[in-house]
């Protein structure tokens, strides 16, 4: 007979955010539709020099190395995870008590809850607040939590929008715990808090290889804090946590930035184009800074898009603020124009 769950997990359940639909065009899930990253091909014509009967190492001395060269900090400042999902889990872990207040803005990434909760934490949302076409941050309302932790995603997902910088470090400022900016999407637009970590001992960012880098398989995040921040999460971190392949995958991308670029430079412009196209269909569409972007249908658009062979993330039901509301990715602009012609004729 199995004994009784932990308290928190009895109320917990992890969100279903992942589809499995063969074959369908999968413009849900914020990945880089521009396809793989190519250093992964040229990675594995390396596999024989990869030594997998061996463990990786301990904490990613490679890639830690390569980011700090690549932002010009010290080695001791990042944190390497199996995505920015065990980032965010550790920050759980290793700085909340049972209890403890775990704040972020809504709407937001659904695995915020999930991971204040698995931990014991009390996770408290502060609303977003409309404004015309996007959201701003209630920064006075995420203060007054008095959070352990205050976690805001910039670019938001699934909002879309960037929040100021000034806003951003305001609260930074003035928080009594940690801050973590979950910058997962901004090199979509350019924003990038990893240099006020010089200044802010407080201040967590958190950044993937999942979105511009096309590495989301591989499952690599990182977080970059000051050194005292690095060493109290690696109390909580497992060793060997990335898997040598990906390491070596996720350097090599920081190195080889062509794929980088062409993202950066391609998936806003599409992003632009196609939510052009939306409004002239009638759709209310939201301003977005990342590779994907929040509109509000006429009518249900989600499921008869999926029998056109194309899936797209309903997210009518997250958050009141989200009623009638579609979130949808851009790809290559065949994939943008063969989902535009799919969206006119269901609406």
Known sequence: MLPPLRTPLRSVRVPAYQMDAPGLLPMHANTNLLGQNPVVAREARRAGTLEANQY?????????????????????????????????????????????????????????????????????????????????????????????????????????????????????????????????????????????????????????????YGLAGLRVGYAVAQQPVIDALRRAKPPFNVSTFSERCAARALRERGFWKKSVAALPRECRRVRAACATLGCEVFDSDANFFLMRTPRPVAAALAKRGILVRDVSAHHPSLAGCVRVTVGTPAINRRFLRALEAVL
């Open 56 to 212: 990786p190492t301990e904490n990613s001395e490679e890639l830690c190395g390569a980011l700090a060269e690549h932002h010009g900090l010290p080695r001791g400042w990042f944190l390497a995870g199996n995505g920015c999902d065990e980032v965010i889990d550790l920050l759980a872990k290793t700085f909340l008590d049972p209890g403890d207040a775990f704040a972020y803005p809504v709407p937001a990434f659904v695995m915020y809850r999930f991971y204040a909760g698995v931990n014991c934490g009390r996770a408290v949302e502060v609303p977003l607040v409309r404004d015309g076409a996007s959201f701003r941050l209630d920064v006075e309302g995420l203060i007054a939590t008095r959070a352990r932790v205050i976690v805001v995603a910039s670019p938001n997902n699934p909002t879309g929008g960037a929040f100021p910088v000034e806003d951003l470090m305001d609260l930074v400022r003035r928080a009594p715990g940690i801050v973590a900016i979950d910058e997962a999407y901004a090199d979509f637009c350019g924003q990038n808090l990893v240099p006020e970590t010089r200044r802010s001992p407080n201040l967590v960012v958190l950044r993937t290889f999942s979105k511009s």
